[in-house]
């Protein structure tokens, strides 16, 4: 079944229900968002002549067109490649050669970024601009049937390499995560409305499909991101928001309603994920919020569906073990199977360190056009997550460390050897590598370690310009330390975990000079 189904069907069953707002503006109702969206899959058939199966890039901020824009994609049988924002145009060019999009749908204020990529002129749709505007005055198209495992969607992520990886998410797989959120993550109701704070390129996205089953409201702020202040005055205007949120956002809201005092009624659901949420955090954040928390564990590979530690639990402070399970990532999710395995794939005991594994009806078909890759991650029907571990004998899981050294910060994912790649590029340096170190703020930064040539010299500025140059913003390190060599052991593999040691108990990294 095509996923816009979902989108059709309330389109029919709840056509006067309110479903898009900008801010507390009601735009449209599920009849007007199902016809926008048909009109616009019919324009991408007729004017660019989109076929079943081609890939179409959404690249854009959050603005309330997105939504159609995307289930537009899927109307016309097409497979969405949602892409960051955040991109450099370097790093956007590997995904258009990569992906080879047929039509780029991109917002305004990015469509230089996608020209500098090397997106033709010619296959590139702005929303909300007078052709899109006339674009949906174009016939209404009818729904293209979908088999289960037809790609749906390719989501770029990165591997230990670095190099972004196409995950080839399908119709099915969009429907279990769907079906997954009802059933261990929260219950939708016609009057909830899911805001989108984080960005809809990624999980804030993909939980638009639960609410679109259900006929709710879907509110997109006007700051188009996250704002405390905002998103209290929505509470307040709009009521019952749910929203996806990173351990930072997290943060910053209970920072400003303890500062402010605000009334934390009008938000329903917070769904946090995508980072470390330490103990203290969580503490915090349920002494100000209220029992309005629940947590997911999930990857593109398998989307937003591994565990999630339920608001129930969240709530039994009084339970001798509430400590351990709070600080877990909860249970496997009803569509899963989830185990640690060792690394010859055996099945771990109760409390044994070793990779989490998955497999179920939201595990991914593969990388695409990456055969090697799926092959190295897809092993005997499991999913292998990189991510270590360790189940309880009540099916918890903790999470101990990220095999792929992935750093986490603010919810945005960085892959420290796509930073050190460019660093190495810097005519002074050496040797790089990338670790993460905690941060009250962001979860973790990334930081920089460097032995430079002999005889050469830079500075922080020098560095961080020149990885400006090359990289998105959130991905440059927020420290660089130069060294006289990298620690290393007997075959020559930098020691990383003697960085993170130094970073963590050393006193000096708590006066790092910080890039501005």
């Not at 997290?250 to 995508?274: F, M």
């Not at 399970?325 to 109760?350: F, K, M």
């Amino acid at each position: 079944m095509n996923i816009a189904n979902l989108l059709r069907r309330s389109g029919q069953v709840h056509a006067d229900r309110p479903a898009v707002w900008h801010g507390d503006e009601l735009r449209f109702d599920y009849q007007t968002l199902a016809h926008r969206t048909a009109a616009l899959a019919g324009f991408l058939r007729q004017a660019f002549k989109v076929l079943p199966g081609e890939r179409i890039a959404i690249f854009a901020t959050n603005v309330p067109e997105y939504l159609e824009a995307l289930q537009a994609i899927y109307w016309a049988g097409a497979v969405s490649v949602p892409v960051n924002a955040k991109l450099h145009h370097r790093e956007l060019a590997h995904v258009l050669a990569d992906a080879e999009p047929c039509l780029w749908l991109v917002t305004p204020d990015l469509l230089q970024t996608a020209i500098d990529a090397g997106a033709n002129e010619s296959q590139l749709l702005v929303l909300g601009s007078p052709a899109y505007r006339e674009a949906l005055f174009a016939a209404p198209a009818e729904l293209t049937p979908r088999q289960p495992d037809d790609l749906a969607s390719l989501f770029y992520t990165s591997g230990t390499t670095g190099r972004p990886k196409g995950v080839m998410q399908t119709h099915r797989n969009l429907l279990a995560m769907t079906a997954c959120y009802f059933m261990d993550v929260d219950d939708v109701h016609a009057d909830d409305a899911m805001l989108y704070a984080a960005p809809l390129s990624h999980g804030a996205g993909l939980y638009h499909f639960a609410h679109m089953a259900r006929g709710a409201r879907h509110v997109v702020p006007r700051s188009g991101g996250f704002d405390a202040e905002e998103i209290m005055a929505l509470a307040q205007s709009v009521g019952r928001l749910s929203f996806f949120a990173a351990p930072t956002m997290v943060r910053r809201l209970v920072q400003h309603v303890r500062s402010v005092g605000a009334d934390t009624r009008g938000i329903k659901t917070i769904v946090y994920g995508g980072g470390p949420m330490y103990l203290e955090d969580i503490k915090t954040a349920l002494d100000v919020l209220g029992p309005r928390l629940v947590q997911i564990y999930g990857q593109g590979e398998s989307p937003m569906t591994i565990t999630a530690l339920s608001r129930d639990t969240l709530e039994q402070r009084g339970d001798p073990d509430w400590l351990r399970r709070a600080a877990s990532v909860g249970v496997a999710q009803t569509a899963v199977e989830v185990a640690v395995v060792d690394t010859a794939g055996r099945t771990l005991g109760p409390s044994q360190l070793g990779e989490v594994v998955v497999r179920g009806a939201t595990v991914m078909a593969g990388y695409w056009r990456n055969p090697e890759a799926t092959a190295g991650t897809l092993k005997d029907g499991w999913l292998y997550t990189g991510d270590m571990g360790i189940l309880d004998e009540d099916g918890f899981l903790t999470l101990k460390d990220r095999s792929k050294d992935l750093i986490i910060s603010g919810g945005s994912n960085i892959y420290p050897r796509e930073v050190e790649e460019v660093l190495l590029m810097h005519p002074a340096v050496n040797e790089a590598t990338v670790v993460g170190m905690h941060d009250p703020e962001w979860g973790e930064v990334p930081v920089a370690f460097l032995a430079l040539h002999a005889e050469t010299r830079t500075d922080t500025a020098e560095l961080d310009a020149w990885c400006l140059r090359h990289l998105a913003r959130f991905k440059r390190p927020k420290h660089y330390r130069v060294v006289d060599s990298l620690p290393k052991n007997s075959y020559g593999k930098v020691l990383k975990t003697l960085l993170r040691e130094q970073l963590e108990f050393d006193v000096i990294a708590a006066h790092l000079p910080s890039a501005d």
